[in-house]
């Protein structure tokens, strides 16, 4: 089965490439703590990232960190952010 980038995936890579900070995923991945395959792996849809994930990478992407009062669905935070 086939893993195509879901909505989440999509996002995380257009706002790694054409957000407010451009960055690689060498550099992304070092600033949030993860491998680069791992940020690969996010944007290709073949990982799904946890909520402690998305509150690393978050401040990188130009984002406010989600609130850790409340659960939160990964695939949607950035969309929700930015639409």
Same mark, same amino acid.
């Given at each position: 089965?086939?893993?195509?980038?879901?909505?989440?995936?999509?996002?995380?890579?257009?706002?790694?490439?054409? *957000? /407010?900070?451009?960055? %690689?995923?060498? +550099?992304?991945?070092? #600033?949030?703590?993860?491998?680069?395959?791992?940020?690969?792996?996010?944007?290709? *849809? /073949?990982?799904?990232? %946890?909520?402690? +994930?998305?509150?690393? #990478?978050?401040?990188?992407?130009?984002?406010?960190?989600?609130?850790?009062?409340?659960?939160?669905?990964?695939?949607?935070?950035? +969309?929700?952010?930015?639409?």
């Amino acid at each position: 089965m086939k893993n195509t980038p879901s909505e989440f995936s999509r996002k995380l890579r257009d706002l790694r490439l054409n *957000g /407010k900070y451009k960055y %690689t995923q060498v +550099i992304l991945g070092r #600033l949030a703590g993860v491998t680069p395959s791992y940020i690969s792996q996010l944007e290709t *849809g /073949k990982k799904n990232p %946890t909520p402690k +994930i998305i509150r690393k #990478l978050s401040p990188h992407l130009g984002m406010e960190k989600p609130t850790t009062g409340r659960r939160i669905k990964p695939r949607n935070v950035l +969309i929700y952010e930015y639409s």
